[in-house]
């Protein structure tokens, strides 16, 4: 069994660590929110455990759907062993519905349904604040090879169908969400985590937020909506 070894890497809402064991590294959700590329800041208690659980969750659903993930085991309530790898510095936004930035980028209102899926690129950088960026550009700055951004957009809109299913059965609207991928063991792996706060979830009756906009937007009641998923979660998977 490995254990924890040194920090590799501290984000805003994780830590990774080296484990005993090769190929294999621990990672850690924090109880830390920021938005705004950190400009907004705060320690919201429980957080960290719900994206865990929530991102666990997740993986072994798409593991089971035929996309593999990073994800090995929980190895504590908020850890997890997960598989080694580089991260590739583009994050893939899926969307169903316009909100957040597409929405006020094309002027959309929140919520105007898309005919049909949309893949975005973002050059992850917090330097240059994660930049909209398209397939030339990801080629002109080495970010990925053409193979891998195609490999990634394809695993995307995969991701896409079958969380939109299976979340539409616990009375959630998969509205978007953002997805990161290791090259690792010679493949495009997705890493990172899947959780409401890369993800915008609404309750398919209210609207309610379940997801990260609560505290972007100022709504409160976070750990209450993140719950709230995991509990429909394990509702609908033991159905
Ligand atoms: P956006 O509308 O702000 O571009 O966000 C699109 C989706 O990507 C949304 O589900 C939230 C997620 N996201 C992240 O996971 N990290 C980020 O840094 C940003 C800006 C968005
Ligand atoms: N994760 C980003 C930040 O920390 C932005 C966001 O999720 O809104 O600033």
Known sequence: MATKGELLYEGKAKRLYHTTEAGLYWMEFKDDATAFDGAKKAVIPGKGYYNAQISAFLFELLSKKGIPSHFIAMVGEREMLVQAGEII???????????GSMAK??????????????TELYYKSDALHDPLVNEDHVAVLDLATAEEVAEMKEQALRVNGILSRFLERAGIVLVDF?????RSRGRVLLSDEISPDTCRFWDAQTGDRLDKD???RDLGGLTEAYNEVLRRLQRVAVE
Do not use: S
């Open 89 to 99: 510095p583009v994050e893939v936004v899926v969307r169903n519905l316009a909100a």
């Open 105 to 118: 980028r094309l002027g959309l209102a929140e919520g105007t349904a898309l005919k049909r899926p949309v």
């Open 178 to 182: 953002k997805l990161e991928f290791a």
């Open 214 to 216: 609560r505290f972007r």
